[in-house]
């Protein structure tokens, strides 16, 4: 189709049961120099359906009145049989109020046979062309977006897949060196010297350290795919909160940091998967520890929140390194890592609180962050507490 501002010719279909006022249309077409048209006159309602599926015209105009039929009828035909050229509707005395049902037809424009006039048509005809042109830009931009956004989802699914793969693949391996070093460290195939001892607890160390990280592949596809199931129930924080704080106690007594912690007597029980909330307090409580200097402290302390009744707010803060202000916001993200980890002999993926936050939500819970760099952090849980009904359910 000629783009209206070039000297092309543009091809009109005139569907018109009414000779004179073909004549008026082509004698006001003719008066147009820019661009040229040349006009196809089509006497009636069938002789301009077999035109239009020729598929030769830039553009149709079609008279509302067409003997028993009407250009709806047409525009309706003309839409079920094939794509075609664009269509204005020309309406006669009487017939403006069924604009907008030609409109939602299909039909591009309207023009009322009283106001016609050169002028009109050309600027009918050439916002009409570069309407269908726009339309058909903005389709084909939009089909590559499609193709491009399935493009991406292919790849996340590629990641997906090949995230779950390697870390079955590494699971199991290391598994087994673990189990293998677990066996020598019981002295079950000879006693072991002391200095192999240590050297094996150090293997041991890093096993672990490498199955968090497999154990964080795992949960992200398991999270992206939806498939991380929770089993929330009606539990207590405080044994949690202890355990999570005995089984980090060598590490905080390694670096001489004191373990701090401050619980009511009576905390209301929250809803919560205990695995995945003991998951999410070992990566705070790890991380405060892995950012913290030798010989800072950490506190943890739960507390009913004063800030939104039914939930209990649970604080994890620390004396440590401190995140600058501009990096808060994006630590929640998958893969982010904003500052080099102290110990380098133990760098994280970037994963744990992305996941730490995609637990919460699943809880109906939220995990926030505030840090002043050089004097620490606090990172606050809040998951809501059970009601009544479901403690004594449980009871
Ligand atoms: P990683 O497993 O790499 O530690 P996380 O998602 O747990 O990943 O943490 C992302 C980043 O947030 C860390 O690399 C660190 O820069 C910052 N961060 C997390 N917790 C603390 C903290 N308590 N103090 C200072 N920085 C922290």
Redesign the pocket.
């Known amino acids: 189709m000629p783009s209206p501002d070039t000297n092309t010719t543009v091809k009109v279909l005139l569907v018109e049961d009414d000779e004179d006022d073909a004549i008026i249309t082509q004698a006001l077409l003719e008066q147009i120099a820019i661009p040229r048209f040349e006009l196809d006159w089509a006497p009636s309602y069938d002789a301009g359906m077999t035109r239009i599926k020729e598929h030769h015209h830039d553009i149709g105009l079609i008279d509302y009145n067409l003997g028993s039929r009407t250009g709806i009828d047409f525009l309706r035909e003309a839409n079920s049989q094939s794509s075609h050229a664009p269509i204005i509707m020309l309406t006669g005395q009487g017939n403006e109020s069924l604009v907008l049902e030609a409109l939602e037809s299909g039909a591009i424009d309207y023009l009322p046979k009283r106001t016609i006039s050169s002028e009109t048509l050309q600027r009918a005809i050439c916002h009409g062309i570069e309407k269908i042109r726009l339309q058909a830009e903005l389709a084909s931009r939009q089909r590559q977006l499609e193709m491009t956004n399935q493009e991406l989802q292919k790849r996340t699914n590629e990641i997906q897949r090949f995230y779950h793969l390697l870390a079955h693949e590494l699971k199991t391996p290391l598994t087994a060196a673990s189990e293998f070093v677990n066996i020598l460290l019981e002295g079950i195939p000879g006693t072991l010297n002391a200095e192999q001892e240590e050297y094996l607890h150090l293997v041991q160390g890093c096993c672990g350290h490498l199955n968090r990280n497999i154990n964080d592949l795992y949960d992200i596809t398991r999270l992206e795919t939806g498939k991380l199931p929770l089993q929330i129930q009606a539990d207590a924080l405080h044994p949690l909160i202890t355990d999570v704080l005995n089984y980090l106690n060598s590490k905080a007594i390694a670096k001489n940091i004191t373990l701090q912690v401050c619980l009511p007597p009576h905390l209301p029980l929250v809803l919560m998967d205990t695995q995945r909330m003991r998951q999410v307090m070992l990566?705070l409580v790890g991380?405060?520890l892995?950012?913290?200097e030798t010989g800072g402290r950490i506190r943890v302390t739960a507390m009913e929140d004063p800030a939104c009744a039914g939930r209990v707010r649970i604080a994890v803060e620390?004396t440590?390194?401190?995140?600058p202000q501009p990096q808060l916001k994006g630590?929640f993200e998958r893969l982010?890592?904003?500052?080099p980890?102290p110990s380098a002999s133990n760098?994280?993926?970037?994963?744990?609180?992305?996941i730490c936050r995609e637990i919460m939500k699943l809880h109906e819970g939220t995990v926030s962050v505030t840090?002043t760099v050089g004097k620490g952090?606090v990172?606050c849980v809040t998951l809501p507490c059970a009601k009544d009904s479901q403690v004594q359910a449980l009871s």
Not at 347 to 354: A, D, Q, T, V
Request: hydrophobic letters at 35%.
């Open positions: 990566n991380n405060a892995k950012f913290t620390d440590g390194i401190g995140i630590i982010y890592q904003s500052q980890d760098p994280g993926l970037g994963l744990g609180l992305f840090s952090s990172f």
